[in-house]
């Protein structure tokens, strides 16, 4: 069993619909969780990173953290055209020399039709 | 440029052979890591350097793989007698130290490795 699962889809819904993104992981260590975007043929770019549990809001972004279900979403509102890509969670634990040893989901692939 | 530059873009060679990998960091950004990307997969850990020094190498997955950062700032990834499974995108991404503890990696384009 993989330490992040995260739904492949892919997910299609039309312009101004609400996405909902989740992955649920396993290792209970893990204390920053991150959501990067990843355009075709391009590298990942984060989009949002939140410590512990709780929300935290970003424009049409919120992500939120449920440690004690070890389970983690990201909305986005207004959704459009140009939110099509896939999408990565990842996480990590703190301390020591685990800064850059992110693990990351599957990802989601979403497209947005006009 | 401002961004994390990777060479080459794509790379094709043949099974047997021996590859390298070139990653050029964000100016300043003082640590560098090397990930790789199966299709419709997330990207894998494979090595992290704070500076010249491996700080975390756990994610190589054995010892056809290795990684340089001789002097602080490029590294190279080589790949030994390359096998058909190595064939993924070569991820290199740079981050200030600070900013690594809130997971703010920037991430090159790539380098697409392909093993005939």
């Known amino acids: 069993q993989k330490e992040v699962e995260q739904d492949p889809g892919p997910l299609s819904v039309p312009e101004g619909a609400i996405v909902s993104l989740n992955c649920t992981y396993s290792?209970?260590?893990?204390?920053?969780f991150m959501w990067y975007r990843q355009y075709s043929r391009k590298g990942p770019e984060l989009l949002m990173y939140?410590?512990?549990?709780g929300n935290k809001e970003d424009g049409r972004f919120t992500a939120q953290v449920d440690k004690s279900s070890k389970y983690i979403s990201l909305f986005i509102r207004d959704s459009q055209p140009s939110d099509s890509a896939t999408y990565l969670c990842a996480m990590r634990s703190a301390g020591g020399t685990s800064y850059g040893k992110l693990t990351f989901g599957q990802g989601t692939i979403l497209t947005v039709h006009p | 440029g401002a961004g994390v530059s990777q060479t080459p873009s794509n790379k094709v060679t043949e099974k047997g052979k021996y590859v390298e990998l070139r990653c050029d960091p964000i100016?300043?950004?003082?640590?560098l890591y090397w990930y790789r990307q199966s299709l419709g997969q997330g990207p894998e850990f494979l090595i992290y350097f704070q500076g010249t020094g491996a700080a975390d190498d756990s994610g190589l997955p054995n010892d056809r793989f290795f990684a340089v950062r001789p002097e602080g700032s490029v590294s190279t990834l080589k790949i030994q007698r390359t096998e058909r499974g190595d064939s993924a995108v070569y991820l290199c991404a740079s981050s200030l130290l600070a900013g690594a503890a809130a997971g703010e990696l920037f991430f090159g384009e790539g380098s697409r490795l392909t093993v005939l």
């Open positions: 100016s300043g950004h003082t640590a």
């Open positions: 290792n209970s260590a893990f204390q920053y």
């Open positions: 939140t410590y512990s549990s």
